[in-house]
Protein backbone atom coordinates (compact mmCIF):
# COMPACT_ATOMS: atom_id res chain seq x y z
CA UNK A 1 0.00 0.00 0.00
CA UNK A 2 2.83 2.66 -1.02
CA UNK A 3 0.22 4.97 -2.02
CA UNK A 4 -0.69 5.22 1.56
CA UNK A 5 1.27 7.62 3.73
CA UNK A 6 1.74 6.54 7.20
CA UNK A 7 -0.24 8.21 9.91
CA UNK A 8 0.43 8.88 13.19
CA UNK A 9 -1.61 11.10 15.49
CA UNK A 10 0.67 14.02 16.59
CA UNK A 11 0.92 14.37 20.18
CA UNK A 12 2.19 18.10 20.83
CA UNK A 13 2.86 21.32 18.94
CA UNK A 14 6.26 20.03 16.92
CA UNK A 15 4.38 17.42 15.43
CA UNK A 16 1.23 19.37 14.71
CA UNK A 17 3.15 22.06 13.26
CA UNK A 18 5.03 19.31 11.05
CA UNK A 19 1.67 17.40 9.70
CA UNK A 20 0.08 21.03 9.30
CA UNK A 21 3.21 21.74 6.56
CA UNK A 22 2.77 18.21 5.17
CA UNK A 23 -0.91 18.69 4.45
CA UNK A 24 -0.55 22.47 3.07
CA UNK A 25 2.87 22.91 2.57
CA UNK A 26 5.91 25.99 3.45
CA UNK A 27 3.54 28.67 2.31
CA UNK A 28 0.20 28.68 4.15
CA UNK A 29 2.59 27.03 7.34
CA UNK A 30 4.41 30.26 7.24
CA UNK A 31 1.31 32.40 7.19
CA UNK A 32 -0.03 30.29 9.62
CA UNK A 33 2.87 30.98 11.95
CA UNK A 34 3.15 34.42 11.31
CA UNK A 35 -0.60 35.55 12.21
CA UNK A 36 -0.34 33.32 15.12
CA UNK A 37 2.86 35.25 16.31
CA UNK A 38 1.63 38.94 15.76
CA UNK A 39 -1.51 37.79 18.04
CA UNK A 40 -4.22 37.66 14.69
CA UNK A 41 -7.28 35.42 15.36
CA UNK A 42 -8.31 35.22 11.56
CA UNK A 43 -11.86 33.75 12.95
CA UNK A 44 -12.73 36.91 15.49
CA UNK A 45 -11.12 39.03 12.24
CA UNK A 46 -13.51 37.22 9.86
CA UNK A 47 -16.80 37.52 12.54
CA UNK A 48 -15.78 41.37 13.06
CA UNK A 49 -16.04 41.20 8.94
CA UNK A 50 -18.98 39.23 9.09
CA UNK A 51 -20.76 41.74 11.44
CA UNK A 52 -19.89 45.01 9.65
CA UNK A 53 -21.34 43.17 6.54
CA UNK A 54 -24.28 42.01 8.06
CA UNK A 55 -25.66 45.05 10.42
CA UNK A 56 -29.12 45.36 12.54
CA UNK A 57 -30.17 48.50 11.39
CA UNK A 58 -32.30 50.92 13.32
CA UNK A 59 -34.37 51.27 10.43
CA UNK A 60 -34.49 47.46 10.24
CA UNK A 61 -35.58 47.31 14.46
CA UNK A 62 -38.27 50.39 13.95
CA UNK A 63 -40.20 48.29 11.18
CA UNK A 64 -40.05 45.57 13.31
CA UNK A 65 -42.07 47.67 16.04
CA UNK A 66 -44.53 48.37 13.54
CA UNK A 67 -45.39 44.95 12.12
CA UNK A 68 -48.78 43.72 13.15
CA UNK A 69 -48.94 39.61 13.80
CA UNK A 70 -52.31 38.11 13.75
CA UNK A 71 -50.75 35.89 16.41
CA UNK A 72 -49.25 37.40 19.37
CA UNK A 73 -48.17 34.70 21.76
CA UNK A 74 -46.35 35.58 24.91
CA UNK A 75 -42.72 34.46 24.78
CA UNK A 76 -42.00 34.07 28.55
CA UNK A 77 -38.49 33.52 29.51
CA UNK A 78 -36.95 31.69 32.66
CA UNK A 79 -33.88 32.77 34.48
CA UNK A 80 -32.57 31.72 37.94
CA UNK A 81 -30.68 34.12 39.75
CA UNK A 82 -27.92 33.90 42.83
CA UNK A 83 -25.64 36.39 44.17
CA UNK A 84 -25.57 37.96 40.03
CA UNK A 85 -23.59 41.13 39.16
CA UNK A 86 -25.52 44.40 39.00
CA UNK A 87 -24.02 45.30 35.94
CA UNK A 88 -24.58 42.02 34.54
CA UNK A 89 -28.55 41.72 35.48
CA UNK A 90 -29.02 45.14 34.36
CA UNK A 91 -27.79 44.80 30.71
CA UNK A 92 -29.82 41.26 31.01
CA UNK A 93 -32.68 43.16 31.74
CA UNK A 94 -32.04 45.90 29.40
CA UNK A 95 -31.72 43.29 26.56
CA UNK A 96 -35.40 42.51 27.06
CA UNK A 97 -36.84 45.81 27.40
CA UNK A 98 -35.40 46.89 24.35
CA UNK A 99 -37.14 44.09 22.56
CA UNK A 100 -39.04 44.94 19.21
CA UNK A 101 -41.74 42.38 20.39
CA UNK A 102 -43.90 43.59 23.27
CA UNK A 103 -45.19 39.74 24.05
CA UNK A 104 -42.63 39.04 26.00
CA UNK A 105 -42.62 37.72 30.30
CA UNK A 106 -39.23 37.60 31.84
CA UNK A 107 -39.70 34.95 35.15
CA UNK A 108 -36.93 35.16 37.48
CA UNK A 109 -36.43 33.26 40.75
CA UNK A 110 -33.69 34.67 42.81
CA UNK A 111 -32.48 32.12 45.33
CA UNK A 112 -29.70 34.89 46.60
CA UNK A 113 -28.69 34.62 50.27
CA UNK A 114 -29.13 38.48 50.52
CA UNK A 115 -31.74 40.85 49.27
CA UNK A 116 -31.23 43.57 46.70
CA UNK A 117 -31.34 42.23 43.22
CA UNK A 118 -35.00 43.30 42.70
CA UNK A 119 -33.37 46.72 43.53
CA UNK A 120 -30.95 46.27 40.62
CA UNK A 121 -33.81 45.08 38.39
CA UNK A 122 -35.97 48.58 39.04
CA UNK A 123 -33.12 50.19 38.71
CA UNK A 124 -32.51 48.42 34.93
CA UNK A 125 -35.79 49.59 33.65
CA UNK A 126 -35.73 53.45 34.89
CA UNK A 127 -37.03 53.56 38.39
CA UNK A 128 -40.62 51.88 37.08
CA UNK A 129 -41.57 48.28 37.19
CA UNK A 130 -41.97 46.88 34.08
CA UNK A 131 -44.97 44.22 34.23
CA UNK A 132 -43.42 41.95 31.92
CA UNK A 133 -41.01 41.30 34.68
CA UNK A 134 -42.10 38.95 37.86
CA UNK A 135 -40.18 38.33 40.34
CA UNK A 136 -39.60 35.72 43.03
CA UNK A 137 -37.64 35.61 46.48
CA UNK A 138 -36.75 32.16 47.20
CA UNK A 139 -36.46 31.13 50.59
CA UNK A 140 -33.30 29.84 49.89
CA UNK A 141 -30.89 28.53 47.05
CA UNK A 142 -31.65 25.20 45.86
CA UNK A 143 -29.41 24.88 42.89
CA UNK A 144 -29.55 26.12 39.26
CA UNK A 145 -32.09 23.25 38.64
CA UNK A 146 -34.28 24.34 41.81
CA UNK A 147 -34.11 27.60 41.40
CA UNK A 148 -35.41 27.46 37.70
CA UNK A 149 -38.04 25.49 38.78
CA UNK A 150 -39.20 27.65 40.78
CA UNK A 151 -39.03 30.32 38.20
CA UNK A 152 -40.73 28.37 35.77
CA UNK A 153 -43.53 28.29 37.91
CA UNK A 154 -44.35 31.96 37.29
CA UNK A 155 -44.63 31.60 33.57
CA UNK A 156 -47.59 32.30 31.85
CA UNK A 157 -46.88 32.35 28.14
CA UNK A 158 -47.36 30.42 24.98
CA UNK A 159 -43.81 29.21 24.60
CA UNK A 160 -40.93 29.10 27.64
CA UNK A 161 -37.40 29.38 27.16
CA UNK A 162 -34.52 29.78 29.43
CA UNK A 163 -31.65 31.62 29.59
CA UNK A 164 -28.31 32.38 32.14
CA UNK A 165 -28.01 35.39 34.04
CA UNK A 166 -25.48 36.70 32.91
CA UNK A 167 -25.68 36.59 29.25
CA UNK A 168 -28.21 38.50 26.40
CA UNK A 169 -30.30 38.45 23.72
CA UNK A 170 -30.55 40.77 20.85
CA UNK A 171 -33.25 43.17 20.64
CA UNK A 172 -35.10 41.40 17.55
CA UNK A 173 -34.91 37.69 19.48
CA UNK A 174 -38.96 37.86 20.54
CA UNK A 175 -39.92 39.68 17.25
CA UNK A 176 -38.09 36.09 15.65
CA UNK A 177 -39.37 33.82 17.10
CA UNK A 178 -42.90 35.39 16.98
CA UNK A 179 -42.29 35.74 12.85
CA UNK A 180 -41.84 32.29 13.04
CA UNK A 181 -44.63 30.86 15.03
CA UNK A 182 -46.96 33.12 12.61
CA UNK A 183 -45.67 31.63 9.78
CA UNK A 184 -45.89 28.06 10.69
CA UNK A 185 -48.53 27.52 13.77
CA UNK A 186 -47.50 23.88 14.43
CA UNK A 187 -44.19 24.79 15.20
CA UNK A 188 -43.50 22.84 19.22
CA UNK A 189 -39.89 24.10 19.64
CA UNK A 190 -37.40 26.86 18.28
CA UNK A 191 -33.71 27.52 18.51
CA UNK A 192 -31.70 30.10 17.25
CA UNK A 193 -28.15 30.36 16.63
CA UNK A 194 -25.29 31.99 19.34
CA UNK A 195 -22.17 33.63 19.90
CA UNK A 196 -20.04 34.74 22.46
CA UNK A 197 -19.26 37.85 24.31
CA UNK A 198 -17.07 39.04 26.57
CA UNK A 199 -16.97 39.99 30.43
CA UNK A 200 -16.93 44.09 28.56
CA UNK A 201 -19.84 43.64 26.47
CA UNK A 202 -17.64 44.57 23.82
CA UNK A 203 -16.47 41.89 21.84
CA UNK A 204 -18.71 39.48 20.19
CA UNK A 205 -16.72 36.34 18.70
CA UNK A 206 -16.99 32.27 18.33
CA UNK A 207 -20.62 32.49 16.27
CA UNK A 208 -22.37 28.78 16.52
CA UNK A 209 -24.02 29.38 13.25
CA UNK A 210 -26.26 25.71 13.51
CA UNK A 211 -27.73 23.16 11.58
CA UNK A 212 -31.50 22.53 11.56
CA UNK A 213 -32.62 19.93 13.66
CA UNK A 214 -30.25 16.98 13.93
CA UNK A 215 -31.00 14.51 16.00
CA UNK A 216 -27.32 13.01 16.00
CA UNK A 217 -25.82 15.66 16.05
CA UNK A 218 -27.50 16.58 19.34
CA UNK A 219 -26.73 12.82 20.73
CA UNK A 220 -22.77 13.82 19.59
CA UNK A 221 -23.09 17.41 21.91
CA UNK A 222 -25.44 19.77 23.29
CA UNK A 223 -25.62 22.10 19.70
CA UNK A 224 -28.63 23.41 20.47
CA UNK A 225 -27.85 25.62 23.77
CA UNK A 226 -29.33 29.24 23.29
CA UNK A 227 -31.76 30.52 22.34
CA UNK A 228 -34.20 27.69 23.20
CA UNK A 229 -37.94 28.21 23.63
CA UNK A 230 -40.61 25.25 23.58
CA UNK A 231 -44.36 25.08 23.48
CA UNK A 232 -45.52 25.75 27.30
CA UNK A 233 -47.46 22.79 27.73
CA UNK A 234 -44.60 20.20 26.90
CA UNK A 235 -41.97 22.75 29.17
CA UNK A 236 -44.97 22.09 32.71
CA UNK A 237 -45.41 18.29 31.71
CA UNK A 238 -41.85 17.85 31.35
CA UNK A 239 -40.92 18.56 35.07
CA UNK A 240 -38.91 20.68 34.23
CA UNK A 241 -34.82 20.79 35.20
CA UNK A 242 -33.62 18.14 37.09
CA UNK A 243 -30.84 18.32 39.57
CA UNK A 244 -29.19 15.18 38.68
CA UNK A 245 -27.82 16.25 35.37
CA UNK A 246 -26.53 19.73 36.90
CA UNK A 247 -24.33 21.46 34.62
CA UNK A 248 -25.84 19.42 31.82
CA UNK A 249 -29.29 19.99 32.54
CA UNK A 250 -30.22 22.06 29.70
CA UNK A 251 -28.71 19.06 27.53
CA UNK A 252 -31.15 16.57 29.19
CA UNK A 253 -34.14 19.06 28.96
CA UNK A 254 -33.89 19.67 25.21
CA UNK A 255 -33.50 16.35 24.54
CA UNK A 256 -36.69 15.24 26.71
CA UNK A 257 -38.40 18.05 24.88
CA UNK A 258 -37.60 17.57 21.56
CA UNK A 259 -38.30 13.36 21.86
CA UNK A 260 -41.39 14.75 21.97
CA UNK A 261 -41.70 16.99 18.76
CA UNK A 262 -41.84 16.90 15.06
CA UNK A 263 -41.65 20.42 14.35
CA UNK A 264 -38.74 21.93 15.39
CA UNK A 265 -38.00 25.26 13.80
CA UNK A 266 -33.87 26.48 13.43
CA UNK A 267 -33.89 30.40 13.33
CA UNK A 268 -30.42 31.24 11.25
CA UNK A 269 -29.58 33.96 13.41
CA UNK A 270 -27.48 34.72 15.90
CA UNK A 271 -30.12 35.82 18.86
CA UNK A 272 -28.03 35.02 21.97
CA UNK A 273 -25.15 36.12 23.33
CA UNK A 274 -23.34 34.16 25.40
CA UNK A 275 -21.32 35.87 28.24
CA UNK A 276 -17.82 34.19 28.82
CA UNK A 277 -16.22 33.80 31.91
CA UNK A 278 -13.16 32.17 33.77
CA UNK A 279 -15.79 29.31 35.49
CA UNK A 280 -17.97 28.92 32.46
CA UNK A 281 -16.85 25.50 31.06
CA UNK A 282 -16.19 27.31 27.05
CA UNK A 283 -13.59 29.12 28.49
CA UNK A 284 -11.86 26.09 30.81
CA UNK A 285 -13.52 22.92 29.93
CA UNK A 286 -11.80 20.71 32.28
CA UNK A 287 -12.72 22.59 35.19
CA UNK A 288 -16.55 20.83 35.24
CA UNK A 289 -15.90 17.54 34.50
CA UNK A 290 -18.89 16.06 36.12
CA UNK A 291 -21.09 18.22 33.66
CA UNK A 292 -19.16 16.49 30.90
CA UNK A 293 -20.54 12.92 33.09
CA UNK A 294 -23.70 14.50 33.68
CA UNK A 295 -24.08 15.30 29.87
CA UNK A 296 -22.75 11.62 28.72
CA UNK A 297 -25.95 10.34 31.59
CA UNK A 298 -28.75 12.52 29.79
CA UNK A 299 -27.69 11.37 26.28
CA UNK A 300 -27.60 7.75 27.48
CA UNK A 301 -31.12 8.26 29.58
CA UNK A 302 -32.42 9.82 26.06
CA UNK A 303 -31.70 6.09 24.33
CA UNK A 304 -33.33 3.99 26.89
CA UNK A 305 -36.41 6.57 26.72
CA UNK A 306 -37.02 5.87 22.56
CA UNK A 307 -36.06 2.00 23.37
CA UNK A 308 -32.63 1.98 21.56
CA UNK A 309 -29.75 -0.67 22.97
CA UNK A 310 -26.70 1.82 23.63
CA UNK A 311 -24.35 3.08 25.63
CA UNK A 312 -22.57 6.27 25.62
CA UNK A 313 -18.47 7.47 26.13
CA UNK A 314 -17.02 10.52 26.63
CA UNK A 315 -15.33 11.14 23.57
CA UNK A 316 -11.85 12.69 23.52
CA UNK A 317 -12.93 16.45 23.36
CA UNK A 318 -14.74 17.03 26.51
CA UNK A 319 -18.35 17.94 26.07
CA UNK A 320 -18.73 15.23 22.87
CA UNK A 321 -19.92 11.99 23.38
CA UNK A 322 -20.01 9.05 21.10
CA UNK A 323 -22.25 6.50 21.16
CA UNK A 324 -21.74 2.77 20.70
CA UNK A 325 -24.87 0.38 20.33
CA UNK A 326 -25.24 -2.77 21.88
CA UNK A 327 -27.67 -5.04 19.28
CA UNK A 328 -27.98 -8.33 19.76
CA UNK A 329 -27.33 -9.70 16.47
CA UNK A 330 -24.98 -9.21 13.32
CA UNK A 331 -27.53 -9.43 10.34
CA UNK A 332 -25.64 -10.46 7.18
CA UNK A 333 -23.84 -7.81 5.54
CA UNK A 334 -23.70 -7.94 1.59
CA UNK A 335 -20.12 -5.89 0.78
CA UNK A 336 -20.88 -4.98 -3.35
CA UNK A 337 -17.67 -4.20 -5.08
CA UNK A 338 -18.41 -2.66 -8.81
CA UNK A 339 -14.94 -3.81 -10.51
CA UNK A 340 -13.22 -3.59 -13.73
CA UNK A 341 -9.81 -4.92 -14.07
CA UNK A 342 -7.62 -3.57 -11.41
CA UNK A 343 -7.20 -6.42 -9.00
CA UNK A 344 -4.24 -5.65 -6.70
CA UNK A 345 -6.95 -2.59 -5.77
CA UNK A 346 -10.13 -4.82 -5.41
CA UNK A 347 -7.50 -7.37 -3.34
CA UNK A 348 -6.14 -4.78 -1.25
CA UNK A 349 -9.40 -3.45 -0.40
CA UNK A 350 -11.05 -7.22 0.10
CA UNK A 351 -8.00 -7.98 2.51
CA UNK A 352 -8.02 -4.99 4.51
CA UNK A 353 -11.19 -6.08 5.58
CA UNK A 354 -11.33 -9.93 5.56
CA UNK A 355 -7.48 -9.27 7.96
CA UNK A 356 -9.30 -6.89 10.33
CA UNK A 357 -12.70 -6.84 10.53
CA UNK A 358 -14.35 -7.25 13.94
CA UNK A 359 -17.82 -8.13 11.96
CA UNK A 360 -17.78 -11.26 11.04
CA UNK A 361 -20.94 -11.82 8.89
CA UNK A 362 -19.94 -10.42 5.62
CA UNK A 363 -20.53 -11.36 2.33
CA UNK A 364 -18.51 -10.18 -0.85
CA UNK A 365 -20.53 -9.35 -4.22
CA UNK A 366 -18.35 -8.32 -6.74
CA UNK A 367 -19.48 -6.74 -10.01
CA UNK A 368 -17.82 -7.71 -12.87
CA UNK A 369 -18.32 -5.52 -15.67
CA UNK A 370 -16.14 -5.29 -19.24
CA UNK A 371 -12.36 -6.86 -17.37
CA UNK A 372 -10.00 -8.49 -19.57
CA UNK A 373 -7.14 -9.24 -17.35
CA UNK A 374 -6.73 -12.64 -17.31
CA UNK A 375 -5.04 -11.68 -13.25
CA UNK A 376 -8.03 -10.78 -12.42
CA UNK A 377 -10.05 -13.88 -13.89
CA UNK A 378 -7.87 -16.36 -12.04
CA UNK A 379 -8.85 -14.20 -8.60
CA UNK A 380 -12.27 -14.23 -9.27
CA UNK A 381 -12.03 -17.94 -9.06
CA UNK A 382 -10.14 -17.71 -5.72
CA UNK A 383 -12.12 -15.85 -4.15
CA UNK A 384 -15.16 -17.87 -4.73
CA UNK A 385 -14.05 -21.14 -3.67
CA UNK A 386 -11.88 -19.73 -0.49
CA UNK A 387 -13.70 -21.62 2.66
CA UNK A 388 -12.47 -18.28 4.74
CA UNK A 389 -14.84 -15.84 3.59
CA UNK A 390 -18.67 -15.69 1.45
CA UNK A 391 -17.88 -14.36 -1.89
CA UNK A 392 -19.29 -14.42 -4.86
CA UNK A 393 -18.99 -12.84 -8.39
CA UNK A 394 -21.71 -11.74 -10.47
CA UNK A 395 -20.74 -10.64 -14.15
CA UNK A 396 -23.21 -7.63 -15.49
CA UNK A 397 -21.18 -7.64 -19.51
CA UNK A 398 -22.65 -11.29 -19.48
CA UNK A 399 -25.70 -10.89 -18.04
CA UNK A 400 -26.04 -7.21 -20.03
CA UNK A 401 -24.17 -8.16 -23.10
CA UNK A 402 -25.56 -4.91 -25.38
CA UNK A 403 -23.94 -2.76 -22.54
CA UNK A 404 -20.32 -3.75 -23.21
CA UNK A 405 -18.11 -0.93 -23.75
CA UNK A 406 -20.22 0.97 -21.62
CA UNK A 407 -20.24 2.82 -18.23
CA UNK A 408 -22.91 3.18 -15.75
CA UNK A 409 -22.42 2.78 -12.02
CA UNK A 410 -25.88 3.11 -10.89
CA UNK A 411 -26.68 0.33 -12.95
CA UNK A 412 -23.77 -1.83 -11.97
CA UNK A 413 -24.91 -1.22 -8.36
CA UNK A 414 -28.24 -1.73 -8.83
CA UNK A 415 -27.05 -5.09 -9.89
CA UNK A 416 -25.11 -5.82 -7.50
CA UNK A 417 -27.76 -5.31 -5.20
CA UNK A 418 -30.52 -7.57 -6.35
CA UNK A 419 -27.73 -10.70 -6.51
CA UNK A 420 -27.04 -9.63 -2.72
CA UNK A 421 -28.26 -11.75 0.09
CA UNK A 422 -27.74 -9.40 3.04
CA UNK A 423 -30.09 -7.80 4.59
CA UNK A 424 -27.80 -5.07 4.60
CA UNK A 425 -25.85 -3.60 2.02
CA UNK A 426 -22.65 -1.85 2.19
CA UNK A 427 -21.83 -0.13 -1.31
CA UNK A 428 -17.59 0.34 -1.36
CA UNK A 429 -15.60 1.41 -4.00
CA UNK A 430 -12.86 -0.77 -5.05
CA UNK A 431 -9.88 1.52 -4.27
CA UNK A 432 -10.79 2.10 -0.63
CA UNK A 433 -9.05 0.17 2.48
CA UNK A 434 -10.52 -0.70 5.66
CA UNK A 435 -8.23 1.25 8.61
CA UNK A 436 -10.02 0.58 12.18
CA UNK A 437 -11.16 -2.61 13.05
CA UNK A 438 -15.03 -1.51 13.83
CA UNK A 439 -15.59 0.73 11.22
CA UNK A 440 -18.21 -1.38 9.86
CA UNK A 441 -19.63 -2.35 13.34
CA UNK A 442 -20.17 1.12 13.70
CA UNK A 443 -21.72 1.80 10.45
CA UNK A 444 -23.88 -1.37 11.23
CA UNK A 445 -25.34 0.59 14.92
CA UNK A 446 -26.70 3.32 12.59
CA UNK A 447 -28.45 1.79 10.28
CA UNK A 448 -30.55 -0.50 12.25
CA UNK A 449 -32.14 2.11 13.92
CA UNK A 450 -35.40 2.66 12.23
CA UNK A 451 -35.29 6.13 11.15
CA UNK A 452 -31.89 5.65 9.48
CA UNK A 453 -31.58 5.27 5.90
CA UNK A 454 -27.97 5.70 4.67
CA UNK A 455 -24.70 5.44 6.50
CA UNK A 456 -21.16 6.78 5.71
CA UNK A 457 -17.65 7.51 6.89
CA UNK A 458 -14.61 9.25 6.85
CA UNK A 459 -12.76 8.66 4.36
CA UNK A 460 -9.08 9.86 3.58
CA UNK A 461 -6.64 10.19 0.48
CA UNK A 462 -3.45 8.28 0.58
CA UNK A 463 -1.99 11.53 1.72
CA UNK A 464 -4.26 11.67 5.04
CA UNK A 465 -6.12 14.27 4.14
CA UNK A 466 -9.94 14.49 4.30
CA UNK A 467 -11.85 12.93 0.92
CA UNK A 468 -15.28 12.34 2.70
CA UNK A 469 -16.84 13.82 5.59
CA UNK A 470 -20.61 14.28 4.62
CA UNK A 471 -21.92 16.12 1.74
CA UNK A 472 -23.78 19.06 1.81
CA UNK A 473 -25.51 19.91 -0.78
CA UNK A 474 -25.02 23.24 -2.91
CA UNK A 475 -20.94 23.32 -1.63
CA UNK A 476 -18.45 24.14 -4.43
CA UNK A 477 -21.75 23.46 -7.03
CA UNK A 478 -23.96 20.97 -6.85
CA UNK A 479 -22.62 19.06 -3.71
CA UNK A 480 -19.15 18.60 -2.39
CA UNK A 481 -17.85 16.89 1.26
CA UNK A 482 -17.37 19.56 4.25
CA UNK A 483 -13.99 19.97 5.48
CA UNK A 484 -12.90 18.28 2.37
CA UNK A 485 -8.93 18.77 2.29
CA UNK A 486 -8.44 19.45 5.99
CA UNK A 487 -5.90 17.40 7.89
CA UNK A 488 -7.32 14.10 9.44
CA UNK A 489 -6.24 15.52 12.40
CA UNK A 490 -8.19 18.74 11.99
CA UNK A 491 -11.48 18.76 14.34
CA UNK A 492 -13.31 21.34 12.30
CA UNK A 493 -15.85 23.92 13.01
CA UNK A 494 -17.30 23.04 16.45
CA UNK A 495 -15.65 19.17 15.77
CA UNK A 496 -17.81 19.03 12.97
CA UNK A 497 -15.80 16.39 11.09
CA UNK A 498 -15.45 14.16 13.82
CA UNK A 499 -18.92 14.24 15.18
CA UNK A 500 -21.36 11.76 14.67
CA UNK A 501 -24.43 13.82 12.68
CA UNK A 502 -26.82 13.62 10.23
CA UNK A 503 -26.39 15.38 6.70
CA UNK A 504 -28.36 15.58 3.08
CA UNK A 505 -26.32 12.88 1.61
CA UNK A 506 -23.18 10.61 2.36
CA UNK A 507 -20.97 9.40 -0.56
CA UNK A 508 -21.38 6.07 -2.93
CA UNK A 509 -17.64 5.08 -2.58
CA UNK A 510 -18.41 3.94 0.98
CA UNK A 511 -22.40 4.12 1.85
CA UNK A 512 -24.17 1.61 4.25
CA UNK A 513 -28.34 0.93 3.79
CA UNK A 514 -30.83 -1.59 4.20
CA UNK A 515 -31.85 -3.74 1.42
CA UNK A 516 -35.19 -2.95 2.23
CA UNK A 517 -34.48 0.44 1.87
CA UNK A 518 -32.49 -0.03 -1.31
CA UNK A 519 -35.30 -1.34 -2.96
CA UNK A 520 -38.22 0.78 -1.82
CA UNK A 521 -36.70 4.03 -3.42
CA UNK A 522 -35.93 1.99 -6.43
CA UNK A 523 -32.09 1.73 -5.52
CA UNK A 524 -30.14 4.27 -7.53
CA UNK A 525 -31.14 5.95 -10.80
CA UNK A 526 -29.51 4.60 -13.39
CA UNK A 527 -30.04 7.81 -15.69
CA UNK A 528 -27.16 9.05 -13.32
CA UNK A 529 -24.50 6.62 -15.23
CA UNK A 530 -21.82 8.53 -13.23
CA UNK A 531 -22.84 11.82 -11.16
CA UNK A 532 -24.47 12.24 -8.59
CA UNK A 533 -26.29 8.77 -7.80
CA UNK A 534 -25.58 8.55 -4.90
CA UNK A 535 -26.86 12.10 -3.61
CA UNK A 536 -29.64 11.12 -5.64
CA UNK A 537 -29.94 7.83 -3.82
CA UNK A 538 -29.81 9.72 -0.41
CA UNK A 539 -32.06 12.53 -1.28
CA UNK A 540 -34.92 9.54 -1.99
CA UNK A 541 -34.15 8.48 1.29
CA UNK A 542 -34.91 12.44 3.10
CA UNK A 543 -38.18 12.49 0.95
CA UNK A 544 -38.87 9.14 3.30
CA UNK A 545 -37.89 11.30 6.67
CA UNK A 546 -35.19 9.00 6.73
CA UNK A 547 -32.01 10.10 7.96
CA UNK A 548 -28.13 10.13 6.57
CA UNK A 549 -26.03 9.77 9.22
CA UNK A 550 -21.61 10.55 8.75
CA UNK A 551 -19.67 8.58 11.49
CA UNK A 552 -16.36 9.90 11.96
CA UNK A 553 -15.64 6.94 13.78
CA UNK A 554 -15.80 4.52 10.44
CA UNK A 555 -12.33 5.44 8.85
CA UNK A 556 -11.44 4.38 5.16
CA UNK A 557 -9.11 5.06 2.89
CA UNK A 558 -10.16 6.16 -0.29
CA UNK A 559 -7.24 6.26 -2.88
CA UNK A 560 -8.71 8.20 -5.80
CA UNK A 561 -6.41 10.42 -7.20
CA UNK A 562 -6.00 14.08 -5.57
CA UNK A 563 -5.15 14.93 -9.61
CA UNK A 564 -7.57 12.73 -11.26
CA UNK A 565 -8.95 15.44 -13.52
CA UNK A 566 -12.16 16.95 -14.28
CA UNK A 567 -14.90 15.64 -16.55
CA UNK A 568 -15.06 18.57 -18.79
CA UNK A 569 -11.27 18.17 -20.01
CA UNK A 570 -12.95 15.70 -22.32
CA UNK A 571 -15.71 16.82 -24.66
CA UNK A 572 -17.94 13.24 -24.29
CA UNK A 573 -17.32 13.45 -20.46
CA UNK A 574 -18.26 16.85 -20.34
CA UNK A 575 -21.52 16.17 -22.50
CA UNK A 576 -22.25 13.40 -20.09
CA UNK A 577 -21.85 15.47 -16.81
CA UNK A 578 -23.70 18.83 -18.21
CA UNK A 579 -26.45 16.23 -19.06
CA UNK A 580 -26.43 14.56 -15.54
CA UNK A 581 -26.50 17.45 -13.68
CA UNK A 582 -28.81 19.37 -15.83
CA UNK A 583 -31.64 16.14 -15.14
CA UNK A 584 -30.40 16.17 -11.05
CA UNK A 585 -31.07 19.84 -10.75
CA UNK A 586 -34.60 19.62 -12.44
CA UNK A 587 -35.17 16.68 -10.18
CA UNK A 588 -34.61 18.45 -7.18
CA UNK A 589 -34.74 21.76 -7.91
CA UNK A 590 -37.14 22.58 -4.79
CA UNK A 591 -34.70 21.20 -2.72
CA UNK A 592 -31.89 23.29 -3.80
CA UNK A 593 -34.22 26.25 -4.18
CA UNK A 594 -34.49 25.94 -0.03
CA UNK A 595 -30.69 25.32 0.93
CA UNK A 596 -28.80 22.69 3.20
CA UNK A 597 -31.15 22.29 6.37
CA UNK A 598 -28.07 20.79 7.58
CA UNK A 599 -25.89 23.76 6.67
CA UNK A 600 -26.05 27.08 7.89
CA UNK A 601 -27.16 29.76 5.27
CA UNK A 602 -24.52 32.62 7.09
CA UNK A 603 -21.90 30.32 5.61
CA UNK A 604 -19.73 30.15 2.57
CA UNK A 605 -20.90 27.64 -0.27
CA UNK A 606 -17.51 28.24 -1.97
CA UNK A 607 -15.30 26.78 0.87
CA UNK A 608 -15.10 23.46 2.46
CA UNK A 609 -14.06 24.83 6.11
CA UNK A 610 -17.22 26.66 7.98
CA UNK A 611 -16.12 30.01 6.79
CA UNK A 612 -18.53 32.71 7.46
CA UNK A 613 -20.36 33.71 4.47
Not at 120 to 133: H, N, P, S, V
Not at 200 to 206: A, C, R, T
Request: glycine share 6%; proline share 3%; net charge negative.
Amino acid sequence: MNEIKEYKEPTNKIEKGLMYLQHYGVRRTVTKTFLKAIGHDQEHYSYRKFLKAHPVTEEELDKQRHTVFTYNPVISIVIPLYNTPENFLVELIQSFTAQTYPNWQLCLGDGSPKEGLKDIILKATGGQWDDRIVYKKLEGNTGIAGNTNAALELATGSFIGFTDHDDLITPDAMFYIAKALNEDNTIEAIYSDEDKIDMEGKEYFLPHFKSDFNLDLLCSHNYITHLFVARADLVKASGGIKSEFDGAQDHDFDLRILEQCKNIYHIPRVLYHWRTHPLSTADHPEAKMYAYENGRRAVEEHYKRIGVPARVELDTHLGYYRTIYEWPDTPLLSIVIPNMNHCRDLQQCIDSITENTDYKNIQFVIVENNSDEAALFDYYKELEIRTDINAKVVDFTKAFPETKGQFNFSALVNFGVENADGEYILLLNNDTRMINKNAISEMMGFVRRNDVGAVGARLYYGNNTVQHAGLILGLGGVANSQFHGSGREQVGYFYRSTCVQDLSAVTGACLLTSKADYESVGGFDEKLAVAFNDVDYCLKLRAKDLLCVYTPFAEWYHLESLSRGLDNADPAKKARMDKETEYFMSKWKDVYEKGDPYYNPNLSLTKFDYSFE
